[in-house]
């Protein structure tokens, strides 16, 4: 079973919509990162979070300035003492959310950049999860 069905895809980035976030959470709480195969990333700075929350407990936390500076090519041990979070691998499925799509989508590209190549974009964001 596909969560995605018909959504577009551009450039091999699958954009999402706030239902199968929800469906990603509830397998990734459900039966973890591991066997999920999902990580999810917030993208918006740590003040933002504070302010509204998170989605989900199952999503990190990733300022876009440090995936732009390089978070996403660094060492899985200087990553975790970084971030406080496993440092995705290449073969698992990244999912990027951030305010409302801006971000997220240049962190789809920085990953990309960074060999990453199983990405989705909750382009709802934030605003579309809380409303």
Same mark, same amino acid.
């Given at each position: 079973?596909?969560?995605?069905?018909d959504?577009?895809?551009?450039?091999?980035?699958?954009?999402?919509?706030?239902?199968?976030?929800?469906e990603?959470?509830?397998?990734?709480?459900t039966?973890?990162?591991?066997?999920?195969?999902?990580?999810?990333?917030d993208?918006r700075?740590?003040?933002?979070?504070?302010?509204t929350?998170?989605?989900?407990?199952?999503?990190?936390?990733l300022p876009?300035?440090?995936?732009?500076? /390089?978070a996403?090519?660094? $060492?899985?041990?200087?990553f975790? =003492?970084?971030?406080?979070?496993?440092?995705?691998? &290449? *073969?698992?499925?990244?999912?990027?959310?951030?305010? /409302?799509?801006?971000?997220? $989508?240049?962190?789809?590209?920085f =990953?990309?950049?960074?060999g990453?190549?199983?990405? &989705? *974009?909750?382009?709802?964001?934030?605003?579309?999860?809380?409303?």
């Amino acid at each position: 079973m596909s969560f995605f069905g018909d959504m577009p895809s551009e450039s091999g980035v699958q954009r999402i919509d706030k239902s199968i976030l929800k469906e990603i959470m509830i397998k990734v709480d459900t039966s973890g990162r591991e066997e999920s195969g999902y990580v999810i990333i917030d993208v918006r700075g740590h003040d933002e979070v504070q302010d509204t929350g998170k989605l989900h407990e199952v999503v990190h936390n990733l300022p876009l300035p440090h995936i732009a500076d /390089g978070a996403m090519t660094m $060492a899985e041990e200087d990553f975790a =003492a970084q971030f406080g979070f496993e440092k995705p691998r &290449l *073969d698992e499925k990244v999912v990027f959310h951030c305010k /409302g799509g801006v971000r997220s $989508a240049k962190a789809v590209q920085f =990953a990309k950049m960074a060999g990453y190549n199983d990405l &989705l *974009d909750y382009n709802g964001g934030a605003n579309d999860w809380f409303n």
